[in-house]
Structure formats: C-alpha cells, structure tokens
C-alpha cells in the first residue's frame, strides 16, 4: 500500500510506520486517514512490534489548527478518534520512537503506544489549553498513565517538559543520546524481537485484560487468556521444551 504522508515497512520482526510529512509531521485530516489504514495493516502483519517513528526535525507537532475550525472539526476528532481506536486494536506491542517535540495531537500518539525511546533533544507535552481547547485522547490516557495530580498538572497547564522529566514520570521507558538515537533505539528494541511475537502481544493483551478491574476479576480475565489462548500456541509448548532440553527456543510465532 502507498502513501503520501508515512512510510511503511516490514523487516527483522518489526513492522514500521513512519510518519513523513517534514518537517514538523503536522496531522491533517488526510494524513490521519492514512495512519488509521497504516495501523490496520500492521496488525495484519506478522512480527513482534510496531514501531512508530517520523522523519524530519519533529516527532509530530500535533494536528493542524486549520482542521480545528467550525467547519472541519467534527470531521477531525471522527477520524483522531478512529486513528486511536485503530492503535488500540494493534495486538503486538507498539513501541514510539521519538527524536525531537511530540506535542498536542502528536503526543498523544506517543501516550497512546506501549512502550516510548525518545532522544535527549525530546520535547513533550499537551499545551492545548494555551489556545483554549483540550486533548481528547491525553483526558482519557494520562490519569491511567500517572497519578491524578499529575495528570490534571499536564493536562491543565500547557507546560512542555523533556525527555528526562518524563523518564521520571514513567512516561518514557528510555532517554538515548540524539547523536546516537538510531543506535540506542536498535538496543532498546533488541530485548523484545528475540521474544515469541504470538507471546509478546498475548502478554500485552493479559496486561490490558486486568486493567481497572478488581484483583477476582482482572486475574480471571488473564487466567482464561493464558489457559485457552497461550497454552494453545506452539510457542508456549516450545518454549517450555526449550527450557527443559537445556536449548534455545525456536519460535514459529503461532
């Protein structure tokens, strides 16, 4: 599949979509239309992980304000709202890679994947509220990602922080040199494609289960994925041979 705004690609187990409208990556109606087909496509791809990642200077500087007007609104937050819903039902984990600002709709991008590498030059944040209007997505996300106070912190100030303060939030897995950042993000990414891809989004799926549920139910939700989902898989099965023959598993990813 072709596009105008991202590329995309499939390689070494991880499955790529790049957001290419430089140098800012500003998200306009049409380009999100475009990452709502790109996000359905990789989850029809085999691999363990998508990687979001852009070109140009910024990660994305959120959504263009002249989609934000009268006219064009309600068609903007349909297909914001879509483009999230199509992230949300991407089963392998999807990892963000982020060198240089990811802000207002941009950010939200990098709240909404699993796991976030951003470069020291980083700037985050949700200023929306200096130009009088909220995140959607950011609202819903950010209490399950921090504490309250926190949340309503970000959410209420406009304020951009970097990497590291978000490294310290917990909302950035790993802060890398820019100067290096191709690099530090290969490292990071290594941990995980030499895992089982079928286990990889299982477990991510387990983790989702028990999300906001109480401790009877949230284990019920997992212990039913793990007994009739995951035991089902060769990969379990090879993995625990692998395990018992004292060898390294060789995954078939089913």
Known sequence: MSYEYLKTKNEDGIVRITLNRPPLNVLTIAMMEEMVKAFK???????????????????????DVADHTPDKVEQMIDVFDRLFIAMFEVEKPIVALVNGAAL????????????????????????E?????LPPVACYLL?????WPR???????????????????G??????????????????????????PVVLALTKKAALAGQRKSFKDGIKAIDD???????????AVEGLNAFTEKRKPVWKGK
């Open 129 to 133: 509220i200096n130009v009088g209007v």
């Open 104 to 127: 207002g709709g941009g950010y939200e991008l990098v709240l909404a994947c699993d796991l976030v590498v951003a470069s020291e030059k980083a700037k985050l944040g949700q200023p």
């Open 225 to 235: 994925i793990y007994l009739n989902e995951l035991m089902q898989t060769e990969d």
């Open 151 to 169: 949340a309503l912190e970000l959410l209420l100030s406009g304020e951009v922080f970097d990497a590291a303060r978000a490294e310290r939030m």
């Open 41 to 63: 496509w990789a989850q029809g791809e085999s691999g363990a992980l998508v990687v979001l990642d852009a070109e140009g200077k910024a990660f994305s500087a959120g959504v």
């Open 171 to 196: 909302l950035v897995n790993k802060v890398v040199p820019a100067d290096d950042f191709d690099n530090g993000c290969n490292e990071f990414l290594k941990k995980f494609q030499s895992q089982s």
């Open 143 to 147: 209490p399950h990602l921090v504490s």
